[in-house]
Every structure is written in C-alpha cells, then in structure tokens.
C-alpha cells in the first residue's frame, strides 16, 4: 500500500527557505505530485442508523457529544437523531468547549437549553464534570460521539470514564459510536499515569499517546475498573491502526476545540502541549497553536538551530515570530520555532516535546519556569514527576525515557485486550 505519509513531505518547504524569513516562510519548491485514492471511512453514527437502529427503539436516549458528532457529510449527530422518527432524543451531555465547541479551554460550560434543537443541555464541564442521578435520571441509552485526539490529557477521555462510571449506578446503557483516532492506532509514547497525579487531565493510567479509538478506550475503562456498566461499541468501517492520520479520507476535520485546529495540531499536540505547564508559550493566540512554541526572551533561530542539530525523527524546526491575541504574552512578539512533522510513521511527539522543553531551560535556566503548583501542572500533563525532574538535573532525553520504558511495555501488553481494529 502507497505510504499515505507522503503526503506531509510535499506539503513542506526546504527548512533554508524557512530560515530567512520566519514570519512568512518562502514558497515551497513545487514537487512532482502523487495521486492517493480517497479512504472511506463509516462513522460510527452511520454504522448505528444503517444497521443498529433497533437498539434505540422505545429507549430514552442522550447524547454526549459536541460538534465533532457529524457524519460523512458533515450533518450532525444531534440533527441527526432528532429528524429520525423512531428515536427519541431527549438529552444533551456537553463535555469541555461545549455542545458547539465554542468555550476556551478551562472555560466552565453552563447546563441549560441548546438554542438550536431545544434540547436540555447537561454540562460536565461545569459545576461537576460527573454526571449527577438527576442527570441521568429516565435515561435509558446515553450515546457517545466526540472526536478524541489520541492524547491522555485531552479531556474528553475522562469525561467517557466518569460516564461510564455514573451510568453503572443509574443503569443506562452506554453506547459508543467510534471515529479514528488522528494519530493512528499503532505508536504509543509516554509515561503511563501514576496515581499521585492523576487529575481530569488524566483519569486512567495510561501513556500519553495512547494509540486507542474511544470505543476501544471505554472497552478498557470498563474492563480494567471491572464496572458493571452496560456497554456497546459501534465500530467505523475502514479505518485501520496504521492508516495515517486524517490524510485523503472522506471525514470532515472538525475541530474539536478551539485550538485544535487542524489535523497536524493534533500531531504535536502530544508534545507541545507540556508547555502549558511552563511560563512559554504553546501558541494559544496565534494562527498556529501548538505548532508554534515561543516567549518574548527566546532567539528563535538559535533554538532552531538546536533543535533541528539534533535529529528528531519525523520533525524539522523553523524559527517564527508570533503575537498571541490571547494567553500567555497576549499582544506581546514572542519568538520560537514551529514545529513542523515530516513523517507521520517516526514522529515521535512525545519525545519531541521533551526535547524541546529541555533546549528552552537549557539555553534560557534563569528565565525558563515550570508553573507552580502542588504537583504542579507540567508533572499532572506528563502524570509523573520524573520528566520535570529529569529536565532540571540535565539528564539526556534517552535517560528520561528509560525511566518509563517497563510501564509503557505493560501497557502495550494491556491495551492488546481491547483493541478493536487490525
């Protein structure tokens, strides 16, 4: 099969015609382009309406769910439902960024009416992120359709583990209608969670790519807490664990968040997303968060230079400057890299983003800072302490590996169990 990964090669440009201009990168050099023959994918809400439909009859059914819950055709799973006569919808559950993924992240969403179906909306990023009896109370079907993004402290996954948890004591079957995971369903990277930091940026122990579709994650979830909740996956169709991510398919990207913009901003995304827990930037603000990495006090094109001496697989460097509109440094120029994939099968985004908060407190010790905290923010994304610590006693990115290498391993043999898809 044609490596569909190529298809990120030809969207780059020469790293030197980056270089000398990092605000507005020169043209790339038109390369000879290659034909890919589009994959079709089923989402898992097709699959439930051609062939499952029976399963809703005479049932109460909720939707958790957001604006990544469409079909091929970008129709939502709410309008969906709701013009289907033999289902009757009769709840809404939002997870963080809402119903229609408007909230910034950390926002508290509100319970109340969805102005467009007219629908109860039930929050569980608000007063409580655990679904309450009232609640769940007369519901007899609660089905999930979010969009993950392959990465332990997207929320999303721990809202699908405290509702699988709340539907074991009221009752309700769970239904999981499932939809690809962007960053394939082959490598996993990362420590897996220890309990001391666990948190809603990290619920279960797992790495932080954990290489599973939702379905497959609330398998485990059920099987591992050994709940009784009654559960169901509805597969897609077509999609399989090393297809590469979102490339020549027939599913809209939508966004699940704000900020996650793109396809490629879930590719790093594993990575960069540690700078949360730091005083730099990840690029919330800009036109390309989580792709760019800069502060007011970083030489862009020296980091660059680090960065890309290194040899990451799968990933180049570009010195860029930005001005956030919001966040950290909000209309302040800050300068960095941006950090572009060029392989989706080697790169490691993980491993990557260590290396990159490395190079930063490495050549800025005196203006660099992990956010405080008790533990702090950075050690809950990378659920332990280890990575922090690592950094700030100069240990070489290969040691910081090892350490949580034997868990890692454990988890591969885990997650074996409840795969779904070849």
């Known amino acids: ?87 009757n919808l009769v709840a809404l559950f939002s997870p963080e960024h809402g119903v229609r993924g408007e909230a910034q992240a950390g926002e508290k969403v509100a319970s109340g009416i969805d102005p467009k179906s007219g629908l109860p909306v039930h929050s569980l990023y608000g007063e409580t992120k655990m679904p309450t009896d009232k609640m769940m109370h007369g ?9 993950d993004v392959g990465t332990r402290f997207y929320t999303y996954s721990s809202t699908l583990l405290f509702m699988l948890r709340a539907a074991e004591k009221s009752g309700a079957e769970v239904i999981v209608l499932d939809r690809p995971n962007p960053l394939g369903g082959v490598m996993i990277e990362g420590p897996v969670l220890e309990p001391a930091f666990a948190s809603f940026v990290g619920s279960f122990a797992m790495p932080v790519r954990h290489g599973m579709t939702f379905g497959e994650l609330a398998q485990m979830f059920v099987g591992e807490e050994k709940l009784r909740t009654r559960l ?71 980091l660059a230079e680090r960065l890309n001496a290194m040899g990451l697989p799968g990933v180049a460097f570009a010195p860029i400057s930005f001005t956030p509109d919001f966040s950290k440094y909000a209309g302040q120029p800050c300068h960095g890299v941006w950090v572009i994939p060029t392989n989706s099968t080697t790169f490691q985004p993980f491993r990557t983003g260590i290396a990159l908060v490395k190079a930063v407190h490495g050549m ?59």
């Open 139 to 147: 519901i007899d079907i609660v089905l999930v359709d979010l969009q």
């Open 364 to 422: 800025y010790p005196d203006k660099f800072e992990f956010r405080a905290g008790s533990p702090s923010f950075f050690d809950q994304l990378a659920g332990t302490d280890t990575v922090r610590k690592g950094i700030l006693d100069g240990k070489a990115v290969s040691e910081i590996e090892a350490e949580w290498q034997p868990g890692l391993d454990a988890f591969r043999q885990l997650r074996a169990r409840y795969l779904i898809y070849p």
């Open 1 to 87: 099969m044609m490596r569909i990964f190529l298809t990120f090669v030809i969207a780059l440009f020469p790293l030197a015609a980056v270089a000398a201009d990092p605000i507005q990168p020169k043209a790339p050099t038109p390369i000879k382009s290659i034909a890919i023959p589009i994959r079709h994918i089923t989402p898992g809400i097709e699959a439930l309406l051609s062939d499952q439909l029976a399963l809703l009859k005479g049932k109460r059914v909720a939707l958790l769910t957001n604006q990544t819950g469409v079909d091929r055709k970008g129709v939502s799973d709410v309008d969906l439902l709701r013009a289907h006569p033999a289902i």
């Open 232 to 302: 169901r996956v509805i597969p897609m169709r077509g999609w399989n664990r090393d297809l590469a991510p979102y490339v020549a398919w027939d599913l809209p990207w939508v966004p699940p968040s704000p900020n996650m913009r793109t396809p490629r901003t879930a590719e790093v995304y594993p990575g960069t997303a540690l700078f949360e827990g730091t005083n730099i930037s990840e690029g919330r603000g800009s036109e390309k968060p989580f792709e760019y990495i800069g502060a007011p006090f970083i030489d862009g094109a020296a």
